[in-house]
C-alpha cells in the first residue's frame, strides 16, 4: 500500500500516473517517517522483490534503511528492493492476489490506459473489498471523468477503512463545493459531513460545521440533525462570523422541535448578544409563540407588544398584532378537566358550559371567569352508553340536557328528576347523531340516515323521515334549525330541507334561493332576531361565506368571506351566530359611515363582500328615500323594503374569529390560538366566545 505523499503526487498528476518506485527517495522516507510522527504507531507492510511479505510495525526511516518491528525484533533493511505501503488496520492489509491486480492497475496508470486500470483496481477490490487504495484510485479515475456521485461512494468507503493515511479532505471540498453550486444540497452535505467525521481537527472544520448545519436546516429541511449540528458550532466556535445566524437558528429550531424551555434561553441569549439587526424582532417573536404554548400569556403578550411598538416593519407589526390576539385566548386541555383534547360539541347553560369530545362529555362552571369541573352528571351519562361515548352534538335548556354520539345514539338527562334515558341502536335509534335541536314542542335529530322527531307530551315513539319512508329529499343530514313555524335541515351533499310544522300534512320540501350556488354546502344555522343566519362553503369555486334571509328565507342575500382555499378543512370551516346590534348609532354630519371588509386568511387570496345589495351593506345607507318621480301616486305604491334588523355576527373559522356590525359596517378580526388545528363549533356565552377545536377548547372575553 503507498503512502499518502505519493497519492498526492497521483492527484496532480490527473490521477492518471502513480509511480511505484518514488517511495525509494530520500524525501519520501523522510515524509513517511513525519506522517509516522504525526499520526502514531501504525504498520507498515514490506513487499520484497522475490514476492515475500513482511508485516510489522513502522520505526523509522533514514535516506537508505527504514526499520520495522517484527516478530519482536527490530529489523533494519534498506530501501532498495523493497516497496512499503501503510495502514493503522491490519484488517486493511490486501492478500496477495489482490496487491497484484493494485500494481498492475497502477502500471497501466502510468502508460496512460485509464480503462483498463480501472478494470484492476475493480478485480482488486472484489478480491479483498477493503483495500482502501484501490477505492482510492477508482476515486481518483470516477473524478477526473466527471462522475461525481461515484467519486464521492469510493472515497467514503477510503475514509471509512482508513482516513488517517489518505487526505480526503480535498476531494470531499471540491465534490461538495460542485454540488452546492449545482443545488444539490443533499450531496453537497454528504461530502462536508464525511469532513467532519473524519477529519475532525482539519482547519475547514469550523466554516464546514456552520455551512452543513444551515443547509440541513434551512434547505434540506431536517430539523433535527441541523440543530445538532448548529449547537455544536455555536458552543465550538462562537467567534465566526456565521454564529449570529446560527444562534438565532438554534433557538428557532429548539421552538420548533419542542425544546421549549431551551428556546426561550437561547434566544434570550440571542437577543443580549446580537440587540440590534432584523433578527431581533424574530427572535423576540418567536419567544412570544414559544411563551403562549407554555401558558405564559403575560410574558407572550410582553413580547410582542414590544415588538409592535419597535419596529417600523408592517409585516413585522402585523404578526406582533396576530400573536398579541392569541393573548386573548385561553386554551383549555385534559390538564384542565377535559376528558379528551378533541373538542366536537359544545352547550352553554346559563354560566355552565357542556362540552363534548371524543371521549365522553364533561361539564364546567364559568362565572366569573372560572373554569370548575361538576364531574357528577357527566359520570352519569357517560356510563350510561355501556363505553365512553364519541359524543358529536350537545343541546340544553333549564330542563334537560341531550346528548348525540356517534356510535351509541342518543342519551336524555331530566334536570328535575335525574334520570338518565338511553336512546341506542339495538332500540332502532341511528347510531350516529349529528345534530340536535329542540324547543317546548320537539326534539330534532340529525343522522347520517335521515331525521328523528320527538313530539312532546305524547308516548308516541318518535317518527323517522328518511327517502325511503317520507318524501325528505335527503338522509345524510347535518345540521338542523327550528323556527317557530319550520325546520331547516342541511345535508352533507348540499340538499337544503325544509319542513312545515304549520301544516297537520307532513310536508318535506327543497329550499332555492338564486343567492345559493349550485355547489354550495351548509355548514351551521343560527336565527338572530328576525334573520336566518348559513354560512356554507363550496369546494368547486374554492370559497366560504355566509347566507342571510328573512326567517321565511325569503329576501336573502349571501356573501361571501374567503375564497382561493383549496384546504377543504380550512374550506367547510366556517359557524356564525348573531346577535341584535343595539349600540347607539352615531353618523357624523356630512358623513357616511365607513365600510370595513374582512381580511382574508393568511395565504389565500384578498377577497371582499359584493358592495351592492348586501347584508355587509352599511343599514343606515340602506335606508332610501322617497323616489323622485313624477307622480306622487306612483311614489306612494312603490315604498323600499325596510333595512334589515342590525345584527351583531360573530364569524369562526378555522383561522380567524371575526366580529362584524351590519348596521356600520365594522369588522374586526382576531386570529385563533396558533397551531394546525381543526375547528368543529362555538359558542357565544357569559361573555366569552367559545370554540372547539381538536387541540382543546379555546375561550376569549368580548370586549
Not at 533514514?62 to 532498495?80: A, D
Request: net charge negative; proline share 5%.
Amino acid at each position: 500500500m503507498l503512502h499518502q505523499t505519493l497519492k498526492k503526487n497521483t492527484h496532480t498528476k490527473k490521477q492518471k500516473t502513480f509511480h511505484l518506485f518514488l517511495l525509494l527517495t530520500s524525501v519520501i522516507v523522510l515524509f513517511v517517517y513525519q506522517q509516522h510522527l504525526a499520526y502514531g504507531e501504525q504498520y507498515v507492510i514490506v513487499d520484497r522483490e522475490n514476492g515475500d511479505r513482511l508485516t510489522g510495525i513502522w520505526r523509522g526511516g533514514t535516506e537508505t534503511h527504514f526499520e520495522i518491528e517484527y516478530q519482536g525484533q527490530v529489523l533494519r533493511l534498506p530501501l532498495t528492493g523493497h516497496s512499503l505501503s501503510f495502514t493503522s488496520n491490519l484488517e486493511n492489509v490486501a492478500d496477495r492476489t489482490a496487491a497484484k491486480y493494485f500494481r498492475n492497475g497502477l502500471m497501466l496508470l502510468e502508460l496512460g490506459l485509464p480503462e483498463r486500470a480501472r478494470n484492476r483496481f475493480e478485480a482488486a477490490i472484489e478480491e479483498f473489498p477493503k483495500y482502501p487504495d484501490a477505492h482510492y484510485q477508482l476515486g481518483l479515475l470516477y473524478k477526473a471523468n466527471g462522475d461525481n456521485t461515484n467519486a464521492l461512494e469510493r472515497f467514503r468507503s477510503v475514509a471509512i477503512l482508513d482516513a488517517v493515511n489518505f487526505a480526503l479532505v480535498p476531494h470531499f471540498r471540491e465534490l461538495g463545493d460542485a454540488a452546492l453550486a449545482n443545488e444539490a444540497y443533499g450531496e453537497a452535505v454528504e461530502n462536508y459531513r464525511l469532513i467532519l467525521q473524519y477529519y475532525p481537527d482539519h482547519e475547514s472544520v469550523p466554516g464546514l460545521s456552520y455551512i452543513t448545519g444551515f443547509l440541513l436546516a434551512e434547505q434540506l429541511l431536517d430539523d433535527n440533525a441541523g440543530l445538532s449540528l448548529l449547537e455544536s458550532a455555536v458552543k465550538q466556535y462562537p467567534d465566526m462570523l456565521s454564529h449570529e445566524k446560527a444562534l438565532f437558528l438554534v433557538g428557532k429550531l429548539q421552538a420548533k422541535t419542542g425544546r421549549l424551555e431551551d428556546a426561550l434561553h437561547t434566544l434570550r441569549g440571542f437577543i443580549l448578544r446580537y440587540p440590534v439587526g432584523d433578527r431581533v424582532y424574530e427572535a423576540r417573536l418567536t419567544r412570544a409563540e414559544v411563551n403562549l404554548k407554555l401558558g405564559s400569556v403575560e410574558e407572550a403578550g410582553n413580547e410582542a407588544a414590544e415588538v409592535y411598538n419597535m419596529s417600523v416593519d408592517e409585516a413585522v407589526k402585523e404578526r406582533a398584532k396576530q400573536l398579541l390576539d392569541q393573548t386573548r385566548w385561553t386554551v383549555y386541555t385534559v390538564a384542565n378537566n377535559l376528558p379528551d383534547n378533541r373538542v366536537q360539541a359544545i352547550a352553554v347553560d346559563g354560566t355552565r358550559l357542556w362540552v363534548g369530545t371524543a371521549s365522553g362529555v364533561m361539564l364546567f362552571e364559568t362565572a366569573f371567569n372560572n373554569w370548575m369541573p361538576i364531574p357528577a352528571v357527566p359520570q352519569l351519562i357517560n356510563s350510561a352508553t355501556g363505553t365512553v361515548p364519541d359524543v358529536r352534538a350537545i343541546t340544553v335548556n333549564s330542563d334537560e340536557v341531550w346528548v348525540g354520539t356517534r356510535f351509541h345514539g342518543a342519551v336524555h338527562y331530566d334536570k328535575r328528576t335525574g334520570a338518565i334515558q338511553t336512546y341506542p341502536p339495538a332500540d332502532g335509534f341511528p347510531a350516529w347523531v349529528k345534530d340536535i335541536k329542540m324547543d317546548d314542542r320537539e326534539v330534532w335529530f340529525a343522522t347520517d340516515v335521515g331525521v328523528i322527531r320527538k313530539i312532546r307530551g305524547t308516548v308516541n315513539p318518535p317518527i323517522f323521515y328518511n327517502r325511503q319512508q317520507s318524501f325528505i329529499q335527503a338522509d345524510n343530514i347535518e345540521t338542523l334549525l327550528l323556527t317557530p313555524t319550520t325546520v331547516w335541515g342541511a345535508s352533507a351533499d348540499g340538499a337544503i330541507v325544509t319542513f312545515n310544522r304549520e301544516v297537520e300534512v307532513e310536508e318535506w320540501s327543497l329550499y332555492n334561493s338564486t343567492e345559493m350556488h349550485k355547489g354550495m354546502t351548509v355548514v351551521g344555522f343560527d336565527i338572530a332576531e328576525d334573520q336566518l343566519l348559513f354560512t356554507w362553503f363550496n369546494t368547486d369555486e374554492q370559497s366560504n361565506g355566509y347566507f342571510r334571509a328573512d326567517l321565511d328565507g325569503v329576501n336573502g342575500k349571501s356573501t361571501t368571506l374567503h375564497t382561493g382555499i383549496t384546504d377543504e378543512i380550512k374550506l367547510r370551516r366556517i359557524y356564525i351566530e348573531g346577535v341584535l346590534d343595539d349600540s347607539p348609532v352615531v353618523v357624523e354630519e356630512n358623513e357616511g359611515l365607513p365600510v370595513d371588509t374582512p381580511e382574508p386568511l393568511i395565504d389565500e387570496e384578498p377577497q371582499f363582500p359584493a358592495e351592492v345589495e348586501d347584508p355587509l351593506t352599511p343599514e343606515s345607507v340602506l335606508e332610501t328615500e322617497a323616489l323622485e318621480v313624477e307622480s306622487q301616486t306612483e311614489v306612494s305604491k312603490i315604498q323600499p323594503p325596510p333595512p334589515p334588523t342590525p345584527l351583531v355576527l360573530w364569524i369562526a373559522t378555522n383561522d380567524l374569529f371575526y366580529t362584524h356590525h351590519t348596521r356600520s359596517g365594522e369588522w374586526e378580526d382576531t386570529r385563533i390560538v396558533d397551531g394546525e388545528l381543526i375547528i368543529h363549533a362555538f359558542a357565544i356565552g357569559n361573555d366569552r366566545v367559545w370554540i372547539a377545536t381538536d387541540n382543546g377548547l379555546a375561550a376569549m372575553n368580548l370586549e
